[in-house]
């Protein structure tokens, strides 16, 4: 099988993109720069330079294209979780619920 040993449903593409993170929670509603590393047909994985987001926390995220032939990406999604990644930032995983 390809050397495919995760036990997700589907696979993830690594992108390292810049996007944007409309954070929308109960202390405030900000935009944070971000790194898209990987995403897949329901998630995605972001680096942060946060030391943490709250798990539940609704965000859109937002890939901007530099090819005309691949449209931008917008989606509204939910934080599943938060691992530190060095003193100023965070690995976030976020469920995708919806594509705009």
Same mark, same amino acid.
């Given at each position: %099988? =390809?050397?495919? $040993? $995760? !036990? @997700?449903?589907?696979? @993830? %593409? %690594? +992108?390292?993109?810049?996007? *944007? =993170?409309? +954070?929308? $929670?109960?202390? &405030?509603?900000? /935009?944070?720069?971000?790194?898209? !590393? $990987?995403?897949?047909?329901?998630?995605? &994985? =972001?680096? +942060?330079?946060? /030391?943490? +987001?709250?798990?539940? /926390?609704?965000?859109?995220?937002?890939?901007?294209?530099? &090819?005309? *032939?691949?449209?931008? =990406?917008?989606?509204?999604?939910?934080? #599943? @979780?938060? #691992?530190?990644? &060095?003193?100023?930032?965070?690995?976030?995983? #976020?469920?995708?619920?919806? %594509? !705009?």
């Amino acid at each position: %099988m =390809l050397g495919y $040993d $995760d !036990k @997700r449903n589907f696979f @993830r %593409m %690594m +992108v390292n993109s810049p996007c *944007q =993170l409309q +954070v929308n $929670d109960e202390e &405030s509603s900000r /935009t944070l720069h971000a790194v898209c !590393k $990987d995403i897949s047909a329901t998630g995605m &994985s =972001l680096e +942060v330079a946060e /030391t943490s +987001v709250e798990v539940g /926390t609704h965000v859109e995220v937002s890939i901007d294209s530099n &090819s005309s *032939q691949i449209p931008s =990406l917008s989606a509204m999604a939910t934080v #599943v @979780r938060c #691992v530190p990644e &060095s003193e100023n930032s965070c690995i976030i995983g #976020v469920e995708i619920s919806e %594509m !705009k």
